[in-house]
């Protein structure tokens, strides 16, 4: 008998140590109130869902480790381990962000037993091990397949992939609370990563994979796999929050290393910023892909890496060809939904992934907090389109439950797998596989992959971040939407009518950066009830404020419909503003885009918690 046939559902997970080291686990510090707002867009209340999904799909029985999929079995939804559970690290970056913005103290004890079993899978070399006893799902699929000297039969691998991402989970643990077994943690593991890799002087890698680092292994699957071999990105990234928090020089220098072997060894993005098509043998062989086409997530999430890398190192060597890779990027999406495939070049339609959304969100963030290249109208129209609608709301969850009702009973599955409430437990999370229209295309047949919940949970963190900043006495308003932040309170009517009140919580000059959509010298602008003449500065107007003045800014918003083409099949939009109010043709099976409401001019309200955090945390 196998180890994974004699396993069954509650069996222990074995971890490299038995008893982790005492922490301390720091909720969200800060402000609450309630607060009635215009039913509009919200990063807060965006932020406050995505926590539900990431806490409730997940598996007591396995220490609360996430189910990565939700699809539908035959009429009834489904959870479901496997392999891929292993982005629970982008979770566990992802969350402690996510409270900040909302002050969610939602399942604290999910988080918690995250945070111990962290420390309990630390091996005495410093390495995040794989545990792979008690969870027989992490031993599917080609991960330990694809390389050579597979380890099927080991309980602990080492998976740099995997480990890498927890870097940044550590320092921002540390980054919170100030507890040396974060820091200890991760210069540990830094140097476990380096130790491990294959130096081979201006670039490093792992073998025999990514997936699975052998000591003594030089072999380079990468080379012959650029789509395994790009996952040194995680690691590569975990290692520049170290060196931002710590100034570790040898995690900058392995860094270094890592995007060399990514940019150059590999080429993976070219100078002219066009991304290496490599489709693995196996997609080839069943006559879908051919060998040309592009992961859109694995090379934007490059570009986003890379800049990251220049924003904190000061070396802007690549910089021309993150600006090119997120121009070809754009050309290759659809940018008025924010609508990027899984795959450039397929052959075949090919659904939106919010990983790519996610990735181009933090780019344009990035860029422009950076004053590199002013992207706000991109987040802008981005959030407000497939952000909004590829996040599972309980309307959406109703239409899926509704749809499910209709079909017939399908085979049962496997204890690896919870029928418990599943649409409702991840509600909040971003979908996989959606279509411009449509939130489920059974064609597909995934309604949600937490790849995508984890990485948009960390954008959805940069944009809030960002949307409001005080700097040299200026306060910045980047982006018109509902929120309140440290600096300012927004209520946003967009876009219902281009109203927004702002309500400054800072002395000074106050910039507001109209939409792309909006015009100066169409704008008014009051403060106090006073008309003020508009002055124009680049895309924002300007006027003097102080603390706890009302300013209230009112621009035309009118309709327009346009063709657009998406994946190659047409749509008819109706755009207010920047919101997609409607689309032609409808979806359906849970359609996208229901927003007629936006187009009679009454605004409809909602009650919410507003939720203002204590903590100063750049990420």
Request: glycine share 8%.
């Amino acid at each position: 008998m196998t180890m994974n046939e004699a396993w069954k559902k509650g069996d222990p997970i074995v971890y490299k140590k038995e008893k982790a080291e005492p922490f301390d686990y720091i909720p969200p510090g800060g402000r609450r109130r309630e607060a009635v707002v215009p039913d509009t867009i919200d990063l807060s209340e965006m932020a406050r869902l995505c926590v539900n999904a990431m806490t409730e799909a997940t598996d007591p029985d396995a220490d609360y480790e996430m189910y990565f999929e939700l699809g539908m079995r035959g009429k009834t939804p489904v959870m479901s381990h496997s392999m891929a559970d292993m982005c629970i690290m982008k979770f566990q970056e992802g969350l402690p962000l996510l409270r900040l913005i909302c002050g969610s103290t939602q399942n604290e004890h999910v988080e918690r037993a995250w945070m111990e079993t962290t420390l309990k899978a630390i091996g005495d070399d410093g390495h995040i091990y794989e545990c792979l006893q008690g969870k027989p799902w992490w031993r599917n699929g080609n991960v330990y397949d694809s390389a050579s000297g597979g380890a099927a039969d080991s309980n602990f691998t080492i998976d740099p992939a995997y480990s890498g991402r927890f870097l940044s989970a550590m320092t921002l643990y540390y980054k919170r609370s100030g507890n040396e077994i974060w820091k200890t943690a991760a210069l540990r593991l830094v140097d476990a990563l380096i130790d491990c890799a294959v130096d081979k002087g201006d670039y490093a890698y792992f073998s025999p994979s990514p997936y699975l680092s052998l000591k003594g292994s030089t072999e380079d699957y990468g080379s012959a796999s650029p789509q395994v071999g790009t996952e040194v990105r995680h690691p590569f990234l975990g290692c520049l929050h170290v060196y931002r928090e710590f100034q570790y020089a040898p995690a900058l220098a392995f860094a270094g290393k890592l995007q060399n072997y990514m940019l150059e060894r590999m080429g993976c993005v070219g100078e002219d910023g066009r991304f290496l098509g490599f489709a693995s043998s196996n997609m080839i062989a069943t006559g879908k892909f051919m060998g040309t086409e592009a992961h859109f997530h694995t090379h934007t999430s490059i570009l986003h890496y890379a800049l990251e890398y220049a924003l904190i190192s000061g070396d802007h060597k690549y910089l021309s060809r993150i600006l090119k890779g997120y121009e070809y990027a754009k050309r290759n999406g659809q940018t008025t939904l924010g609508y990027f495939s899984e795959f450039l070049h397929s052959a075949e339609f090919e659904h939106h992934e919010a990983c790519e959304l996610a990735d181009m969100i933090a780019i344009a963030v990035k860029l422009s907090d950076a004053g590199i290249r002013d992207c706000w109208n991109d987040v802008d129209l981005w959030l407000r389109n497939m952000g909004v609608e590829g996040q599972l709301t309980p309307d959406k969850a109703f239409m899926i439950n509704t749809y499910a009702e209709k079909k017939p009973d399908g085979a049962p599955c496997e204890c690896e797998c919870s029928y418990d409430r599943p649409v409702e437990r991840n509600i909040g999370a971003f979908a996989g596989w959606v279509t411009p229209n449509d939130f489920f295309d059974p064609g597909g047949g995934s309604l949600v992959m937490h790849c995508c919940t984890g990485n948009m949970a960390r954008a959805l963190y940069y944009a809030w971040k960002s949307a409001v900043a005080f700097r040299d006495g200026k306060l910045k308003v980047n982006l018109l939407m509902n929120m309140e932040t440290p600096d300012a309170e927004i209520i946003s009517y967009i876009p219902y009518t281009g109203r927004v009140e702002i309500r400054p919580k800072k002395s000074g000059e106050l910039w507001l950066r109209l939409p792309d959509w909006a015009r100066a010298e169409t704008a008014e602008i009051t403060v106090n009830g006073i008309p003020l003449s508009v002055k124009a500065e680049g895309t924002y107007v300007v006027v003097s404020a102080a603390a706890g003045d009302e300013v209230i800014l009112n621009m035309p918003i009118t309709e327009t419909k346009t063709a657009i083409l998406v994946e190659k099949r047409r749509y008819t939009i109706t755009l207010r503003g920047n919101d997609v109010v409607d689309i032609k043709p409808r979806g359906d099976f849970c359609p996208l885009f229901n927003r007629s409401r936006y187009g009679g001019g009454e605004a409809a309200y909602r009650t919410v918690t507003r939720f203002v955090t204590d903590e100063d945390i750049y990420w």
